[in-house]
């Protein structure tokens, strides 16, 4: 099932993914340099109460660009680099996380139902290539489609998780001119930040769909 003929079909999406990275890491490293009136912190406290969301915590948590809002506990955690750097990386990261929390709060249907898909994402991600493996092993095609309708599961998360990413990231870039967080002239770092992040769910949903169209290639010349 894992031979070179995968490799070749979803190449577009592994090339686009390895551009989408490096821009990342540049354009992260450089915004980094930028400085910034409010810390990612402060920042984000401040869009937050701005929009009436005194409720949503702002906490700090570890790792490198693992920043998240968290519907559940409505607590948006930032990295340690993000919370305490008064830098166009920090509070552009910060402010995007800000936007997620903006769209819990007002509904934003998209959202919704990414949030509603999340166990039937996790439950197809984590049993899917079982089904797989087993459907090609056994040359059992109910089991084969079961594997593929779960792995559909998690494709259909990653499209729906496009307009959440970039939604958040148009709130935030508008935010932080409206509220005067970053000046308009000095917004192109911010913005370059934000671009290079959505290329990367770009590249993450590509990969999926070319996958789940592999499999159900092979598994319609199987049947045929």
């Keep these: 099932m894992f031979d070179f003929r995968y490799f070749l079909f979803i190449a577009p999406a592994l090339i686009l993914a390895m551009i989408a990275q490096a821009w990342l890491r540049s354009a992260y ?4 340099k930028q400085a910034a009136p409010l810390s990612g912190a402060a920042a984000a406290r401040h869009i937050l109460d701005s929009a009436g969301l005194y409720n949503v915590e702002v906490q700090q948590i570890g790792g490198q660009l693992s920043d998240h809002y968290d519907p559940r506990d409505k607590v948006l955690r930032l990295s340690t680099d993000v919370y305490s750097s008064r830098t166009a990386a920090a509070v552009g990261i910060a402010a995007h996380e800000a936007g997620h929390a903006i769209q819990d709060a007002r509904n934003y249907a998209p959202l919704i139902i990414r949030n509603l898909a999340v166990p039937a ?18 040359t059992n095609q109910y089991l084969l489609w079961a594997g593929i309708g779960l792995f559909a599961c998690v494709v259909f998360f990653q499209l729906i998780n496009l307009p959440v990413e970039f939604d958040a990231s148009s709130r ?19 913005r370059s930040v934000l671009n290079a992040a959505a290329l990367t769910y770009v590249a993450a949903t590509l990969q999926s769909v070319l996958t789940l169209l592999y499999y159900i290639m092979l598994a319609s010349n199987r049947r045929d």
């Design 172 to 190: 935030a870039r508008g935010i932080l001119i409206e509220l005067n967080i970053v000046p308009r002239e000095e917004m192109p770092a911010v």
């Design 29 to 32: 490293a450089k915004a980094m």
């Design 121 to 138: 994402a996790n439950f197809g991600s984590s049993f899917s290539w079982i089904l797989l493996i087993a459907g090609f092993v056994m």
